[in-house]
């Protein structure tokens, strides 16, 4: 493990003026610092970094310094941190390192392998980043192109959802995504179901309306579609449409392909 930075004078202060103070106390001190400044700015890595020097074995503080260089796109750094972590707190951090695996290097396979892990690590279903692993592992074989392992962790996801608190909460973009790898998969009667399940539940979704508006259109139902793909445009100007913050996201539309499918109806009518 590199070396922490060493700190800025004003952070050296804060820590100098509480030297009575325990070596936990401390510890604590420099998280309190760290976590009221921005996840990459300097005085929260280098609050951090004293904390680290203070204490190696907190995994917490390696996960810090890791998003840190993460988010200040570091990309060569980010892991060595990430993998002490994992070392020292495998049950909580190895299912989110997959998590950022999946989404800031889109490595599926590596996110596989972490989600994989976990299983073996705890007796229950792990959630990082607030969505089951089963729920991750669906979005990364999509990437893989992996329909059968994707929709079989789709249903294995939706299935507990849906026994645990009913249909309704289970989240937009399981059906969503459970109805892409359908539809890639040719298997467009299913497609459609899970599609229709979002407009259900959700009501406004340009997604679900894109991917709808294609099988209806590929079904010569031209009016159809053509009214569906105009609702999807409206909900994308409105934000109703999946997207995540910091990166793009799986099978992630945009406003030209839903112009460009109007164009496409328009055109075969």
């Given at each position: 493990?590199?070396?922490?930075?060493?700190?800025?004078?004003?952070?050296?202060?804060?820590?100098?003026?509480?030297?009575c103070q325990?070596?936990?106390?401390?510890?604590?001190?420099?998280?309190?610092?760290?976590?009221?400044?921005?996840?990459?700015?300097?005085?929260?890595?280098?609050?951090?970094?004293?904390?680290?020097?203070?204490?190696?074995?907190?995994?917490?503080?390696?996960?810090?310094?890791?998003?840190?260089?993460?988010?200040?796109?570091?990309?060569?750094?980010?892991?060595?941190?990430?993998?002490?972590?994992?070392?020292?707190?495998?049950?909580?951090?190895?299912?989110?390192?997959?998590?950022?695996?999946?989404?800031?290097?889109?490595?599926?396979?590596?996110?596989?392998?972490?989600?994989?892990?976990?299983?073996?690590?705890?007796?229950?279903?792990?959630?990082?980043?607030?969505?089951?692993?089963?729920?991750?592992?669906?979005?990364?074989?999509?990437?893989?192109?992996?329909?059968?392992?994707?929709?079989?962790?789709?249903?294995?996801?939706?299935?507990?959802?849906?026994?645990?608190?009913?249909?309704?909460?289970?989240?937009?973009?399981?059906?969503?995504?459970?109805?892409?790898?359908?539809?890639?998969?040719?298997?467009?009667?299913?497609?459609?179901?899970?599609?229709?399940?979002?407009?259900?539940?959700?009501?406004?979704?340009?997604?679900?309306?894109?991917?709808?508006?294609?099988?209806?259109?590929?079904?010569?139902?031209?009016?159809?579609?053509?009214?569906?793909?105009?609702?999807?445009?409206?909900?994308?100007?409105?934000?109703?449409?999946?997207?995540?913050p910091y990166?793009?996201?799986?099978?992630?539309?945009?406003?030209?392909?839903?112009?460009?499918?109007?164009?496409?109806?328009?055109?075969?009518?």
């Open positions: 493990m590199e070396r922490s930075q060493k700190l800025f004078l004003s952070i050296i202060l804060v820590f100098l003026l509480s030297s325990t070596k936990e106390e401390k510890v604590q001190d420099a998280y309190d610092v760290g976590f009221r400044h921005y996840q990459g700015s300097r005085l929260h890595m280098n609050a951090f970094a004293y904390a680290l020097e203070l204490d190696s074995t907190k995994a917490e503080t390696y996960r810090e310094l890791s998003v840190t260089y993460l988010k200040r796109g570091i990309p060569h750094k980010w892991k060595s941190w990430y993998d002490g972590a994992v070392e020292y707190d495998p049950i909580t951090w190895q299912p989110w390192r997959g998590y950022l695996y999946l989404w800031f290097y889109r490595d599926y396979e590596k996110a596989i392998a972490d989600f994989n892990a976990s299983d073996s690590l705890t007796t229950y279903i792990d959630y990082p980043q607030g969505h089951s692993v089963d729920f991750w592992r669906g979005i990364a074989y999509l990437g893989l192109n992996d329909y059968d392992n994707s929709i079989a962790y789709w249903d294995k996801h939706i299935t507990k959802e849906t026994e645990d608190s009913g249909e309704d909460w289970v989240e937009l973009e399981a059906f969503l995504y459970r109805g892409i790898a359908f539809y890639e998969s040719e298997n467009k009667i299913k497609a459609l179901e899970d599609f229709d399940k979002v407009i259900q539940y959700h009501k406004q979704s340009a997604d679900a309306k894109y991917y709808k508006a294609k099988i209806l259109n590929e079904r010569e139902e031209t009016e159809k579609a053509l009214d569906l793909v105009n609702k999807a445009i409206e909900d994308f100007n409105n934000g109703y449409f999946n997207n995540r990166v793009e996201t799986l099978r992630q539309i945009y406003l030209e392909d839903l112009e460009e499918l109007k164009s496409k109806i328009i055109a075969s009518n």
